[in-house]
């Protein structure tokens, strides 16, 4: 039998380990750690954004799971030249998701809906309420130097 050299089979062998491990922690715990943390990141974001016109949902905090589409600050206060009417591209999204991703080390999809833009913020075990301190700082220099 001939091995193709392209099948890794290292998730299916490694299952049993994975959910021996999600056993030992809880799964109701970490769904309260998660929620938790997505509840306090998002306040976290409203209070850094939201004076920027950003921090908005699109949906109810009830209906999130470990993953938030919180809208981006983007008002005319970053820039005198940026009018409030300013319609958002797929490509603005690019833009802003590359710059966190290369100039500070942030991984966090950036998403064009309706000319908004949004970040899809995401929480699990290994985050922290600092890591969306981060994001908010940084979103925020980004966000100035696109406008």
């Not at 306040?43 to 920027?52: C, F, H, M, P, S």
């Not at 589409?69 to 983007?74: D, E, G, I, R, S």
């Not at 206060?77 to 998701?97: E, M, Y």
Request: hydrophobic share 35%.
């Amino acid at each position: 039998m001939a091995w193709d050299g392209c099948r890794d089979y290292s998730s299916a062998l490694s299952l049993p380990r994975t959910v021996d491990l999600w056993k030992s922690i809880g799964i109701d715990k970490v769904k309260s750690y998660t929620n938790d943390l997505n509840l306090n990141a998002l306040e976290v974001l409203r209070e850094a954004w939201g004076n920027n016109g950003g921090g908005r949902t699109l949906a109810p905090i009830e209906l999130h799971g470990p993953m938030t589409l919180v809208a981006l600050p983007t008002t005319s206060s970053f820039s005198s030249t940026l009018p409030f009417n300013t319609t958002w591209t797929d490509a603005d999204a690019k833009a802003i998701q590359d710059t966190l991703h290369h100039d500070y080390r942030i991984e966090c999809p950036i998403k064009c809906i309706d000319g908004e833009l949004y970040a899809r913020i995401s929480v699990h075990v290994y985050n922290e309420i600092e890591d969306y301190h981060v994001l908010a700082s940084a979103v925020q220099k980004v966000m100035k130097r696109e406008v």
